[in-house]
C-alpha cells in the first residue's frame, strides 16, 4: 500500500481533526487526489478532491467545514475537517486519481487507481 492515512480519532461533535495522506513512492508526476469515506452499512462516498495545481471540489455537506490541500514537497495531501458531526463518522480514505483527464468526474471512485487503508473518524454526540 502506497498512501498511508493518518490522523483519524475521536472527537466530540463540533470538534476538528486534520488528516495526513502520505504517499511513500517519490513521483515524477503529481497527481490529483481525493478522500472518500465509508460509514458502517453505506457505500464508499467522495469527500474533497484537489487537483495538481490546487483546483479542489467538495461534497455538498462538507462545504465550508472540511478543506482538502497538499504539500507536494512532503507527497502529503491533508483533509482539515471542522465542525464535525455525528454524520462524519466513518473510515476516510485517500486515493490518487487515475488520469488527470478524470478530473470532471472527481466524484468517482472508480476513477481512482491506488488506496490507502482508511483512517477511523467517530464523532460524538
Known amino acids: 500500500v502506497q498512501l498511508q492515512a493518518s490522523g483519524g480519532g475521536l472527537v466530540q461533535a463540533g470538534g476538528s481533526l486534520r488528516l495526513s495522506c502520505v504517499d511513500s513512492v517519490r513521483r515524477s508526476t503529481i497527481y490529483d487526489m481525493a478522500w472518500f469515506r465509508q460509514a458502517p452499512g453505506k457505500e464508499r462516498e467522495f469527500v474533497a478532491a484537489i487537483r495538481w495545481n490546487g483546483d479542489t471540489k467538495y461534497e455538498d455537506s462538507v462545504k465550508g467545514r472540511f478543506a482538502i490541500s497538499r504539500d507536494d514537497a512532503k507527497n502529503t495531501v491533508y483533509l482539515q475537517m471542522n465542525s464535525l458531526n455525528t454524520e462524519d463518522t466513518a473510515v476516510y480514505y485517500c486515493?490518487?486519481?487515475?488520469?488527470?483527464?478524470?478530473?470532471?468526474?472527481?466524484?468517482?471512485?472508480?476513477?481512482?487507481?491506488?488506496w490507502g487503508r482508511g483512517t477511523l473518524v467517530t464523532v460524538s454526540s
Open positions: 486515493a490518487r486519481l487515475r488520469d488527470g483527464r478524470y478530473w470532471p468526474q472527481a466524484g468517482r471512485a472508480s476513477r481512482y487507481e491506488e
